[in-house]
Antibody, heavy 119, light 110 residues
Framework: QVQLQESGPGLVKPSETLSLTCAVS?????????WGWIRQPPGKGLEWIGS???????YYSPSLKSRVTISEDTSKNQFSLRLRSVTAADTAIYYC????????????WGQGTLVTVSS | QSVLTQPPSASGTPGQRVTISCSGS????????VNWYQQLPGTAPKLLIY???QRPSGVPDRFSGSRSGTSASLAISGLQSEDEADYYC???????????FGGGTKLTVL
């Protein structure tokens, strides 16, 4: 059974960098598939942030591309999100998820972690 | 235009059939498959329909999906109280070179 678990600070100050990690169990991220981040502001809809394919290939939402980096750590079987220069608008529940291809569905999701941007 | 449009709300009584629409464009729904996600209150989204009309293992056959041109639909028959949730459509967009999610539809079971 594939499981994903997000972790990281729940509070980040404005202008600082948001850093989250997604630990994967039940599947090796180096075996294939894509690994992505999606966020959901409180009471609002889902927004794709970006995805990674093993080996370093990444692609990002055009609206966030200038501030986002997604990377992998195969030794720990996890991947990470860094979002720079955050503002209150970045307050959201952040989900990590697996998708079976660049254009294919997200089949496994983490439970999500709330990150609040506030001083 | 790279956006997926869903009605903000839908409702039905137990046993009824309800449909939720998702309107897109030639750069997303018309050229790429549509997926639907169900989000129960306080939980993470769950894959409900993939590749327009395929159900993952464990999803009841009361849920069905379809696509025609630049639009897609999710149908729920034999509505049950536990179906009360938010539903999102999603598709890859060629112009954005990224994923689009619809704004979500809140389904209420009366």
């Amino acid at each position: 059974q594939v499981q994903l678990q997000e972790s990281g600070p729940g509070l980040v100050k404005p202008s600082e960098t948001l850093s989250l990690t997604c630990a994967v169990s039940g599947y090796s991220i180096s075996s294939g598939f894509y690994w992505g981040w999606i966020r959901q502001p409180p009471g609002k809809g889902l927004e794709w942030i970006g995805s990674l394919y093993h080996g370093g290939s990444t692609y990002y939402s055009p609206s966030l591309k200038s501030r986002v980096t997604i990377s992998e750590d195969t030794s720990k079987n996890q991947f990470s999100l860094r979002l720079r220069s955050v503002t209150a608008a970045d307050t959201a529940i952040y989900y990590c998820a697996r998708h079976r291809g660049q254009w294919l569905h997200f089949d496994y999701w983490g439970q999500g972690t709330l990150v609040t941007v506030s001083s | 235009q790279s956006v997926l449009t869903q009605p903000p709300s839908a409702s039905g009584t137990p046993g009824q059939r309800v449909t939720i629409s998702c309107s897109g464009s030639s750069s997303n729904i018309a050229t790429n498959t549509v997926n639907w996600y169900q989000q129960l209150p306080g939980t993470a989204p769950k894959l409900l329909i993939y590749d327009n009309d395929q159900r993952p293992s464990g999803v009841p056959d009361r849920f069905s999906g379809s696509r025609s041109g630049t639009s897609a639909s999710l149908a729920i028959s034999g509505l049950q109280s536990e179906d009360e949730a938010d539903y999102y459509c999603a598709a890859w967009d060629e112009n954005l070179n990224g994923w689009l999610f619809g704004g979500g539809t809140k389904l209420t079971v009366l």
